[in-house]
């Protein structure tokens, strides 16, 4: 097979990897990829907003299939693009991916199909709307803006002020572009969050192994959002009660609401979740792999994705039997001074060498005459498996300590045994 794989992070650098590790895999593109990347995969110049254009791209290489990362293409439609053009994808239309692009289609959908989820306390159409909605709101409030709005777009918070001032950046100063001109308030849930990801052909799907990330920039979960700074792979995140609970309350009625809807989803679907004192419910809906927790599960992986991923193409996963390595996985991102604000970047990267214990995925960076820079933000992700979390956190730390880049910062209480505990609810105003 020739893959082609979109995208240029993390996630689409852990993607090739473990695409090359297939003997049935011949060739792999990743467009547009990055510096790293290339060392792996043939990098080609793309726009990922530009889905036609992707579309001719596949046609030219004359790729066997596509895996598309990021949520962009998704809502744009880069699926309905591909299939009106024959060409295999692993990517729901944008129809589907509705179910990311606008959080009042999700909950509503939810809601429609009785798919356990925060409650709601207003759709607002408008900033004087949502102002006067405030006087009417339990505490903590989620205010969600309805479209993609790189994982800033979500507040949740104890504070009137907070909250009006997110409103007004929304709404009224359109920060968010047209993703905030229309804004959700919802119930603000406790308990431990999980990340449930499904890879699914319409028909049948498969659960990849459970996961959580770190989303807040410092250790002890302080400090602001980020686009996650680290994530675990452990079954001991998921019993097999909570898994069976997750299966028949959200998964089924998520997969049968979609067929009821009309909707065919094939794909990845990921289920962010917090597990409540009542039970799972669905904090939002991702129509693709999450980044950083690919970069983890993958590290577990055993068996060939090349060969899942055209089963899902083909519409053949009932047939296909994954294998994972029991244990554990962690990732850590190496970050750039000043994200998850404005980054400083190109700094030159020191100490990037294959390792034994794992692995190194490029983020942001790029190449210049055999040294590498950095690019954006997220820059590195170590990545490594283990038999428990704290080995696997152990030797991503390893990892990272042979590395250096100026104002390099990276959270150092992934899988530790107290985060794991505190990994969510703080700092998310209660
Ligand atoms: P989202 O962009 O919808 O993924 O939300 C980003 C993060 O906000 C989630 O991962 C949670 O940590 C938090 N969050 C979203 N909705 C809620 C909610 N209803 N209650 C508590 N936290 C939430």
């Known amino acids: 097979m020739k893959i082609l794989v979109i995208g240029g992070g993390g996630r689409e650098h852990a993607i090739v990897w473990k695409l090359r590790q297939s003997p049935n895999v011949e060739h792999i593109w990743c467009a547009p990829g990055n510096g790293g990347i290339a060392e792996d995969a043939e990098c080609v110049m793309c726009d990922v907003k530009d889905v036609k254009a992707l579309a001719t791209l596949a046609e030219h290489l004359h790729a066997d299939l596509t895996v598309v ?9 880069i699926a309905d693009e591909f299939s009106s053009r024959g060409l295999l994808i692993v990517a729901p239309v944008a129809k589907a991916a509705q179910l990311e692009g606008s959080k009042i289609f999700a909950k509503q959908f939810m809601q429609r199909h009785n798919v356990p989820t925060a409650a709601v306390y207003q759709i607002c159409e408008s900033a004087l709307d949502a102002y006067t909605a405030l006087c009417d709101v339990d505490w903590p409030l989620v205010i ?3 479209g993609l709005a790189a994982g800033k777009g979500v507040l949740v918070t104890s504070s009137p002020d907070e909250a009006t001032d997110f409103i007004d950046r929304a709404m009224d100063k359109h920060e968010f572009e047209s993703a905030g001109n229309r804004v959700l308030f919802e119930e603000g ?7 449930y990801i499904i890879l699914t052909d319409r028909n049948h799907w498969m659960p990849l192994a459970p996961s959580r990330d770190f989303k807040r920039a410092f250790d002890g979960d302080k400090g602001p959002n980020t686009g996650g700074m680290g994530a675990i792979s452990d079954d001991a995140l998921l019993s097999a009660e909570l898994d069976r609970r997750i299966r028949e309350e ?17 794909g990845f679907l990921y289920f962010g979740l917090m597990l409540t004192a009542e039970g799972p419910k669905v904090l939002e809906f991702n129509c693709r792999l999450g980044d950083p927790e690919t970069e983890a599960i993958v590290m577990r992986m055993d068996f060939d994705l090349a060969l899942a991923l055209k089963a899902c193409a083909d519409g053949e996963l009932k047939s296909f039997e994954p294998k994972w390595k029991p244990g554990a996985s962690a990732c850590v991102v190496m970050a750039s001074e000043g994200y998850p604000g404005t980054p400083k970047i190109d700094r030159r990267i020191d100490g990037l060498s294959r390792s034994e214990t794992g692995m190194v995925f490029h983020a942001g960076t790029i190449r210049k005459s055999s040294i590498y820079y950095t690019c ?16 696997a956190a152990g030797n ?25 505990r505190a990994a969510t609810g703080s700092g998310r105003g209660e």
Not at 189 to 195: M, N, V
């Open 69 to 77: 990362g990021p949520e962009v293409p998704l809502v744009l439609g």
């Open 144 to 146: 969600k803006a309805d």
């Open 189 to 195: 849930l406790r308990g431990q969050e999980l990340s």
């Open 250 to 266: 959200i998964v089924e009625p998520t997969i049968r609401g979609l067929a009821a809807d009309g909707i065919p989803y094939q």
């Open 376 to 391: 954006s933000g997220r820059v590195l992700i170590a990545a490594s498996a283990g038999l428990t979390v704290g080995q």
């Open 396 to 420: 991503c730390y390893d990892i990272v300590s042979g590395i250096q880049f100026e104002g390099c910062h990276f959270r150092r209480d992934v899988g530790q045994r107290s985060t794991l």
